[in-house]
C-alpha cells in the first residue's frame, strides 16, 4: 500500500454526467480527474469495468477480461471519423442511467463505427488496431466469438447452445468464426476502443497525480465467456450447468444470506495448470489499474458452497480455497501485489493470518463502526495503518440515509463518538475518516454531495433498480472542492 497517507473518491464511471445516457471516458471522465486534483485527491476508486449481463451488475459480467463498450466515448469515435456528430443525438433522462434505452442506441452505433473503421481507416489506425488483437488474442477471440454467439442464439445462456459449439468442437469453431465474421469484428474494435480510451484516461490522471483503484470480483459469472472457454476450471456437469455455485451465509447486508449463482472454481485444476489463468487475470488488472481491490477476499480461504438447486444462501457450506500457494504464485509471476483485500463478513483469524501474509490492506467501513461498544474494529481508534478507511461503499446505504435510519438511541451514539451535531453529518464522518491512521481513506462522491439514501448506488439482494445513480453536470464546485481539500490538508492527506 502507500506508504504516504492518501485520499480519494468513489465513483463509478457510469454515474459520471453527459449526453450519452451514461458516463463515459470521455470529457467528464477528464474534468472529474480534475476536480479530485483541485480537491487535494491522490484516487479514484470505481468499480469493475467489464461488459455488464442481466442486472446490470458490474460484479456479473461476459468477460473477466473486456471492457464494458458502453462507456466507450462515441463523441471521440465522431472526431476520429467513425460515426457523425448527428449520430450522437439521443433523449436520455439526466438523473440515472436507463440501461436499456442505451444498449438499444449505443451498441448499434459501435457495430456502425466498427463498419466504418474497417472501412475507411488509414494505415495507422488499422495497424493500431491489429497490434492490438494480436497482443489480446488470448482473450479477445474467445470473448468476441461468444458474443457474437449470444446475438445469434438469441441472448440463451451459452449451455443452451448447440452441442458442437457449447463444446466448443474444433470444427464448429471454425465455422461460426467465419459466419459471424462482420460481428466478431464489431466485438473487437469496441474492446480497441474500450482499452485505447481508458489507457488515454489512465495518463490523464496519472499525470496528475490520481491513481486508478480498481475492483474484481473473486468469482466469474457462469454466462460468460471465461467459463465457455475455460470450463475445466469450474465445477459443471457434463451440460455445462453448475453443480455447485457460490454466495455468502446470512450477514449484516441480508437475513437470508446471498445467492450469487457463479460457478465455483477447481482450484484443484487450476492449480495443476500454475495459476495460470488467474495470472493473466490479475496481470491485465495492473494494466487497467494502479490499485486493485478484489472483491470476498475471504473466499480464498473458505469459501460458502451452495448447492445449485437451493433458491436461498442459507444451506450452503465452507469449503477450503487455494490459500497462500494462489498468493505465492502470483507473486512469484508478477511481483509485490498491490491489491486490497475486501476483508468484510465472516471473517476468521484464518482469512486475516492469509492477507497479512501478504501485507495486503484491509478495509473498515465506519457504517459498522457503531452499537457494539469500544472494542468494534471498525471504530477509527482501533484502526490500523495498513487499511482502506471508507465511510461506505457501493453496498451501503450513503452516510445520511444511513444516519437517518437509526433509531434515536443509536443516532446520538454516534454523535457522541463524533462529538458533533446531526446537522454535520456526513461531513463529520468524512472527517472522521480522514482523521484515521489509516493510509488511505476512500468516500463515495454521494457522501460529499450530503445526497440522502436516493443516491444509494446498490441494495444488495435486490435485482432491480440498482447501480443506475448519476450526477449532474454544475454539482462539482469550487467551493466543494476547496473544503474537501481543506480536510485533506489538514490530516495529512493532500496530493502534493
Avoid at 385 to 414: A, M
Wanted: hydrophobic residues 40%; proline residues 6%.
Amino acid at each position: 500500500m502507500h506508504r504516504t497517507r492518501k485520499s480519494g473518491i468513489l465513483l463509478h464511471p457510469t454515474s459520471l454526467p453527459g449526453s450519452e445516457g451514461i458516463g463515459t471516458l470521455g470529457t467528464e471522465a477528464r474534468r472529474f480527474v480534475d476536480f479530485l486534483q483541485h480537491a487535494g485527491q491522490s484516487v479514484w476508486q470505481v468499480l469493475p469495468l467489464g461488459p455488464t449481463a442481466y442486472g446490470n451488475s458490474p460484479y456479473s459480467c461476459y468477460s473477466a477480461f473486456a471492457g464494458n463498450p458502453l462507456l466507450i466515448d462515441l463523441a471521440t469515435l465522431v472526431s476520429e471519423g467513425d460515426l457523425a456528430s448527428h449520430d450522437l443525438k439521443g433523449d436520455f433522462p439526466a438523473e440515472w442511467v436507463d440501461f436499456s434505452q442505451v444498449e438499444a442506441h449505443k451498441l448499434p452505433l459501435l457495430e456502425r463505427a466498427a463498419g466504418e473503421f474497417f472501412a475507411k481507416a488509414d494505415k495507422p489506425r488499422q495497424e493500431e488496431f491489429w497490434h492490438f488483437c494480436d497482443v489480446s488474442n488470448w482473450w479477445l477471440q474467445d470473448f468476441a466469438l461468444f458474443m457474437a454467439l449470444k446475438s445469434h442464439f438469441k441472448g440463451k445462456n451459452w449451455s443452451s447452445w448447440p452441442g458442437d459449439i457449447s463444446c466448443r468442437e474444433p470444427a464448429a469453431l471454425r465455422r461460426y468464426s467465419e459466419e459471424l465474421g462482420p460481428s466478431i469484428g464489431a466485438h473487437k474494435y469496441a474492446q480497441w476502443q474500450f482499452y485505447r480510451q481508458w489507457h488515454k484516461l489512465k495518463s490523464y490522471a496519472g499525470e496528475r497525480g490520481i491513481a486508478l483503484f480498481g475492483d474484481i470480483p473473486i468469482f466469474v459469472a457462469h454466462d460468460s465467456a471465461d467459463v465457455w472457454a475455460n470450463p475445466g476450471l469450474f465445477n459443471l456437469d457434463g451440460d455445462g450447468r453448475p453443480t455447485v455455485v457460490a454466495g455468502v451465509p446470512p450477514d449484516y447486508f441480508s437475513k437470508t444470506g446471498q445467492l450469487w449463482g457463479n460457478p465455483l472454481y477447481r482450484w484443484e485444476e487450476e492449480a495443476a495448470r500454475g495459476y495460470s489463468w488467474w495470472t493473466a487475470r490479475l496481470r491485465s488488472s495492473f494494466d487497467l489499474y494502479d490499485l486493485v481491490r478484489i472483491d470476498h477476499f475471504r473466499g480464498f480461504e473458505a469459501y460458502w458452497e451452495v448447492p445449485a438447486k437451493e433458491k436461498t444462501a442459507v444451506n450452503g457450506r465452507w469449503a477450503k480455497g487455494p490459500g497462500e500457494a494462489l498468493f505465492s504464485a502470483l507473486e512469484a509471476a508478477l511481483g509485490q501485489l498491490p491489491i486490497v483485500a475486501e476483508d468484510l463478513g465472516v471473517i476468521t483469524p484464518e482469512v486475516e493470518a492469509l492477507r497479512d501474509r501478504f501485507g495486503f490492506a484491509g478495509m473498515k467501513i465506519l457504517q459498522f463502526a457503531f452499537g457494539s461498544g469500544p472494542g468494534n474494529g471498525y471504530l477509527p481508534h482501533n484502526h490500523v495503518r495498513n487499511c482502506v478507511v471508507y465511510t461506505g461503499t457501493h453496498d451501503n446505504d450513503t452516510t445520511l440515509g444511513w444516519f437517518d435510519s437509526l433509531k434515536e438511541k443509536e443516532r446520538q451514539q454516534v454523535l457522541r463518538y463524533l462529538g458533533c451535531a446531526a446537522s454535520d453529518m456526513p461531513w463529520e464522518l468524512v472527517r472522521t475518516a480522514m482523521a484515521s491512521v489509516a493510509c488511505l481513506a476512500v468516500f463515495p462522491l454521494q457522501d460529499i454531495f450530503c445526497l440522502p439514501t436516493s443516491g444509494r448506488m446498490n441494495v444488495p439482494g435486490t435485482p432491480r433498480g440498482n447501480w443506475s445513480w448519476r450526477f449532474q453536470d454544475g454539482m462539482l464546485t469550487e467551493p466543494l472542492a476547496s473544503r474537501l481539500r481543506e480536510l485533506t490538508e489538514m490530516f495529512g492527506r493532500l496530493n502534493q
